[in-house]
């Protein structure tokens, strides 16, 4: 009995090979034009970090009645590998490992069982904690950066026209997350001067035990009745400036108005933390993050033209410019790979041309796209 030849069977049975070669490179065609394409490798970093503070606390304060419990639930995670701790006056900051045997999977579902256990035990921390913070998304690139500019607009109409223009481009596919670089933190100020302060009988503590009593939120309840239930709210929490500028200060027996003592001002935090310039003005950035296994060259192309409808939308003076693009060295590392790469199969094909004649060198050619 002769031993199975796949060669000659191949030969044989000429139109099914001739199929298979067919539908093989088809998929091959396929496979590659829908291939992801991105400047960095995806990853998966399986640490996440929690910050705490709690103002006025020592590092062992932090260590003991903080930093140790919340090392105690991260212990019940299936993937818990360790955690490190650092503490200092006020501040601790944990980085807690998975085992680096933990499915790529199951990390995502790691962290969210993390966060629902440091959120049920925050519950439990000493009053005046501030946390925990948690950040777990370390492999997030900023795939593009886009600058808006306009000149003259207050900085809070900026950060609304950024917000409008976060949604759209949060609806271009393959878009996986959109952040706002720049905002600055608005501030309410009330400036006043000691001298008139001592004038008037004020002290300072007045002013801020007034403001801190006028600005609560306090449940008024509810009145249940045959229709819908009626909820009863209470004006004190402050909603704008004028709320603000009339609150009352008594002192030695008399009421005076915040406005008459001081000046209520809204504005910024100072100093800034930092501050965005793209060639000289100042700029709120709008990073696009791409979801993972996307095609770069196809998400370069898909803002581009959102870019160019919302600039075409946009009032006079504002405008929107790309600052960075990853689909730009994208589309130059595969350029120069499909240049190689024909170059070498060019080489060898001519080789199994010279070395083998016409006949063979077809067949010997014609397996190394195939392989």
């Known amino acids: 009995m002769s031993a199975f030849n796949l060669s000659a069977l191949a030969v044989r049975e000429r139109s099914i090979t001739l199929f298979l070669l067919i539908a093989i490179s088809i998929a091959g065609v396929v496979a590659f034009l829908t291939l992801g394409r991105a400047e960095d490798p995806a990853f998966t970093i399986k640490q996440m970090t ?7 606390a020592t590092a062992k304060e932090m260590e003991e009645l903080v930093a ?5 639930r991260m212990q019940e995670l299936r993937w818990y590998d360790r955690t490190e701790t650092f503490t200092r006056p006020g501040l601790a900051f944990t980085t807690v490992v998975l085992l680096d045997s933990t499915p790529p999977a199951d990390v995502p579902e ?3 069982q993390a966060r629902k256990k440091l959120g049920d035990e925050a519950a439990r921390l000493p009053r005046g904690v501030i946390g925990p913070i948690v950040n777990d998304e370390y492999s997030d690139v900023t795939f593009a950066l886009y600058a808006l500019k306009a000149k003259g607009e207050p900085h809070r109409n900026l950060v609304r026209d950024a917000e409008a223009l976060r949604q759209r481009l949060l609806h ?7 952040s706002i670089i720049g905002e600055q933190a608005e501030r309410i100020f009330v400036e006043f001067s000691y001298d008139r302060l001592a004038t008037l009988g004020v002290s300072p503590r007045d002013i801020f035990v ?3 009593s006028r600005n609560v939120l306090t449940p008024g309840g509810s009145i249940e009745a045959k229709g819908p239930q009626i909820f009863l709210r209470l004006d004190g929490a402050f909603d704008d400036l004028a709320g603000i500028r009339n609150t009352p200060i008594v002192a030695q027996g008399r ?16 100093p800034a933390t930092f501050l965005i310039r793209n060639n000289g003005e100042p700029t709120l950035l ?11 060259l196809d998400l370069g192309k898909a803002l581009a033209k959102e870019a160019t409808a919302i600039n075409a939308e946009m009032p006079l003076g504002m405008t929107l410019t790309k600052v960075t693009d990853q689909s730009v060295n994208i589309r130059g590392a595969v350029d120069e790979f499909m240049v190689k790469f024909f170059v070498a199969l060019g080489v060898v094909m001519l080789v199994s041309f010279l070395s083998m004649g016409w006949r063979v060198g077809i067949v010997v050619a014609a397996a190394v796209p195939l392989t």
Request: glycine share 12%.
């Open 110 to 112: 790691e962290f969210y």
């Open 50 to 56: 929690v910050v705490t503070a709690w103002p006025g």
């Open 286 to 296: 709008l990073g696009v993050v791409m979801r993972e296994g996307w095609n770069g």
């Open 255 to 270: 009421t005076l108005k915040l406005s008459d003592i001081a000046e209520v001002k809204r504005g910024y935090e100072d």
């Open 210 to 212: 007034a403001l801190n």
């Open 68 to 72: 140790e419990k919340l090392e105690k």
């Open 172 to 178: 271009v596919p393959g878009v996986k997350k959109v």
